[in-house]
């Protein structure tokens, strides 16, 4: 783990090079390291870890240095910092999530809810509601809601252009929102 400030710079700032990335000048790379306890701070209230905080640290002063240019004087330096860690810490939050493999033999109808007269009602009143639509809503929602293709994908399988499905699904959901309510 790098402490001394100056390492951390002059380590970044060889990382940097060494991968072919323009280097900033030494005021920038200066307001950077000046800028490292602040970010701790709030890398420490993004992620609760204090390994992970300062992995986070390392990672946004090495994206600020890298990406030095897209900064605009004037502006300011800690927001620009905080934004790139933020960006970071929810990139990397997304990439950890994992969906949970259940065993299906271990399932129960307590689990998913059979057992309860309304989840069965409200599926019937959702399932009626999603039959008495237009079929080309009906077809608009269950390509992008039910098998979670996107809006240009669903309008090529339908064979219209892309704002006319998002316009179908709009207007369906919208309907099925009237009936339900």
């Given at each position: 783990m790098i402490r001394n400030h100056n390492q951390l710079q002059r380590s970044s700032l060889?990382?940097?090079?060494?991968?072919?990335?323009?280097?900033?000048?030494?005021?920038?790379?200066?307001?950077?390291?000046?800028s490292l306890a602040t970010l701790r701070k709030f890398a420490s209230r993004l992620t609760n870890n204090s390994a992970t905080a300062e992995?986070?640290?390392?990672?946004?002063?090495?994206r600020a240095l890298v990406h030095a240019?897209?900064?605009?004087?004037?502006?300011?330096?800690?927001?620009?910092?905080?934004?790139i860690m933020r960006n970071l810490h929810i990139r990397e939050s997304?990439?950890?999530?994992?969906?949970?493999?259940v065993d299906p033999g271990q399932i129960t109808i307590s689990d998913i809810g059979l057992n309860r007269p309304e989840w069965n009602t409200d599926m019937e009143d959702a399932s009626r509601a999603y039959f008495a639509l237009p079929p080309v809503q009906q077809e608009a929602i269950y390509l992008v809601s039910v098998t979670g293709n996107t809006y240009a994908a669903a309008a090529k399988l339908s064979g219209c252009?892309?704002?006319?499905?998002?316009?179908?699904?709009?207007?369906?959901r919208i309907n099925l929102r009237r009936m339900l309510d």
């Open positions: 060889e990382t940097a090079s060494a991968v072919g990335l323009p280097l900033v000048g030494q005021d920038m790379g200066r307001d950077i390291v000046d992995d986070l640290v390392q990672e946004t002063a090495l240019d897209q900064f605009r004087v004037g502006t300011n330096l800690g927001a620009w910092l905080r934004t997304r990439r950890n999530l994992r969906i949970d493999v252009p892309v704002g006319t499905l998002k316009s179908r699904v709009s207007r369906g």
